[in-house]
Every structure is written in C-alpha cells, then in structure tokens.
C-alpha cells in the first residue's frame, strides 16, 4: 500500500462516523498531513453543517502548518455555495500547497469544478487515488446523482424452507424468524438510510413502527404504500415517532410498473437511499422491474411448513455470516 492509499484508507475509516447523519450529503473524510504525520482529521457533520476538510482545518491549532501540509479527502472538495461555503475555498484561502482526492465528484455542481478550482490557483492536485473504494464508499451518493433514484436495499427474514410469513397467525403484529441480534442489526441499518418502505398488508398483518427502537440513531422516513388510502392513523406507521410518506393511487399508477414510479416520487423528495421491508409482493416487485442495488436476506433456523414464499432473486454473493444461530447473506446485483 502506497503512502498516498495509507491516508485515503484513514480517510475512508473516519467518514463512517458521518453515516446516517449526514444525508443527503456524502459521508467525507479529510485528512491533512504534515512530515507524514497527521496533524488533523475530520469527517462530514451532521446536514447543514461543516463538511470534513472544514473540520479537519479546524482541528488544527497552528493554522501556519497548513501552507506545508497535503490534504487527503475521499471525495472531491465542493466548488459551490450550499448550505455552506465551497471547501476548495477554504483550501486556498490556507494555502495548502497539495490535495489527494479519492474520487471525483460526479455532481453536476463539482463535477471537476472543484479540482479546477484548485489547479488554477497553483495547488497541485493528485486524483483517483484508492478510486474503486471510495466509489463504493460514496454508493449512496453516486446512485442519487447518476442514476436519478436512491440507493435501494432490499431485507427480508425467509425460514429454513423458504417462507416470509405463516400462513395463519392470531395476532396483528410480526412473528419473528430471527433472533433478537439480528433484529437489532436491522435497526442499526434503519438509522444508517434515509427512508424504509412497505407495503399495506405488511402494515395490516403486523403494525409495524419502523423505527430505530433496538439502536440509538435518526428514524428513517416512513414510506407506505397504500393504494386505496384505506391505512387509518391508528396503525404505529403513522405515530409520530418519525415522518411517513403515504403513497397512493393519487401519485402513481398501480396497474403499471410501480418500483420506478416510487422511485422517482423518492428521488424529486432527495431521498438518496431507502431499505424496502416488504412483504413479499412489494420486495418481489422491485426484484422483477431490477430496481435493486443490494438485497440482506436473513435465514432463520426455523420452519413455517406453509405460508407465504420467499421472494426469488438472483444476485452476486458478496457476504456471508452467522449471527448466532441466523445465517444473512448480503448479495449485489450482478
């Protein structure tokens, strides 16, 4: 590993402090180098606030150092007034003399912009450095900008033989195939996107909150699917414990593909990714109309014998493990 691709690595190890908080915006990290050793470290605030190479100036007492240090960043520094001041301003305003970029910034707003910026005021500019990783690290980000729709995760818990629900149970709430571990880990991805989505059985058949009640973090944006409009407020979905967004027969035709009309509806609301939960009709729609990027598919070690069957999807494997006694598989579309 170069010594370029060890402070990237850094960069992209602080910036996953920022997940979850930080969206719509990317997750950044900024390190800033002085005789190869890093004298300030930052990663993007919560939205609305400093991005990381602001925080990473900031953590550094004696700013005099800057005009003989490199500054080391997962993303290119912004060229543009948002909710903040560009960062390729500040980074000249301090004179610092050198910046390594992991990616750029395919945001028509940067989109080279800021690396412009910065080569014309006489700061050399290295880019694409540990490329691939920070593209992958910014994959919420990059889908939101290119492919106009967010990031979509699909989860679901399916039995040993293949079932997402029972065929018959007494109460209006869920009937758990997984442990109290994994259940957990939903919740912690749950404060990690932006919105979650089901659809009306799974709001009639189990009441769901759809919040992060297991682990400390923001609730995602509630978005339920409701044909109809026959959902009442009652149901915990509509509580005011976070935001929902009700889709109906008012805002996307039902009798056509639905996955991309929600996904557009989600896009022109800036939501840059969403976990879809279900049920089986809602997550199989996306799988049929390739609306996916990632699917997390629990097995549990018990059986149903008849219910309602699994959704069927077919993806590359990129990780596999054990949570206790719960098998998740973790698959990308191909």
Same mark, same amino acid.
């Given at each position: 590993m170069t010594t370029h691709e060890t402070y990237i690595k850094r960069c992209l190890q602080i910036a996953l402090n920022g997940l979850g908080s930080t969206r719509p915006n990317p997750m950044v990290g900024a390190v800033i180098v002085y005789k190869d050793q890093i004298i300030g470290e930052g990663f993007t605030s919560a939205y609305g606030g400093k991005h990381a190479e602001v925080n990473a100036i900031n953590a550094i007492v004696d700013k005099s150092l800057l005009a003989k240090s490199k500054l080391y960043v997962t993303l290119e520094p912004c060229s543009h007034f948002g909710k903040t001041p560009p960062c390729s301003d500040l980074i000249i305003k301090h004179n610092i003399p050198e910046v390594i970029i992991g990616c750029i910034d395919d945001n028509p707003e940067v989109a080279g912009k800021g690396i412009a910026k910065l080569k014309t005021s006489g700061c050399k500019v290295i880019f694409g450095v540990m490329e691939e990783e920070c593209k992958a690290h910014h994959k919420r980000f990059f889908t939101f900008h290119n492919k106009k729709r967010p990031y =979509?995760?699909?989860?679901?818990?399916? *039995?040993?033989?293949?079932? =997402?629900?029972?065929?018959y149970k007494d109460e209006k709430q869920p009937v758990w195939i997984t442990n109290s571990y994994? #259940? /957990?880990?939903?919740?912690?991805? #749950?404060?990690?996107? /932006?919105?979650?989505l089901v659809g009306t059985n799974t709001v009639i058949e189990d009441n769901p909150s759809l919040t992060v009640r297991d682990w400390t973090g923001k609730n995602p944006l509630r978005v339920v699917l409701d044909k109809t409009s026959k959902l009442n407020p009652d149901f915990n979905g509509f509580?005011?414990?976070?935001? *929902?967004? *009700? =889709?109906t027969d008012n805002d996307i035709d039902f009798n056509e593909p639905m996955a991309i009309q929600i996904s557009d509806i989600l896009f022109n609301q800036n939501i840059n990714s969403i976990i879809i939960e279900g049920g089986a009709q809602t997550l199989q729609t996306f799988i049929n109309e390739n609306l996916w990027d990632e699917a997390r598919i629990f097995t549990g070690d018990i059986e149903f014998k008849t219910g309602t069957k699994a959704p069927i999807l077919k993806g590359k494997l990129i990780e596999e493990s054990k949570i206790k006694n719960d098998l998740l598989r973790i698959y990308a579309k191909d």
């Open positions: =979509i995760i699909l989860k679901w818990a399916e *039995t040993k033989d293949g079932f =997402i629900a029972p065929k994994s #259940r /957990q880990l939903v919740h912690k991805w #749950r404060a990690e996107e /932006q919105a979650i509580n005011d414990e976070a935001e *929902t967004l *009700t =889709i």
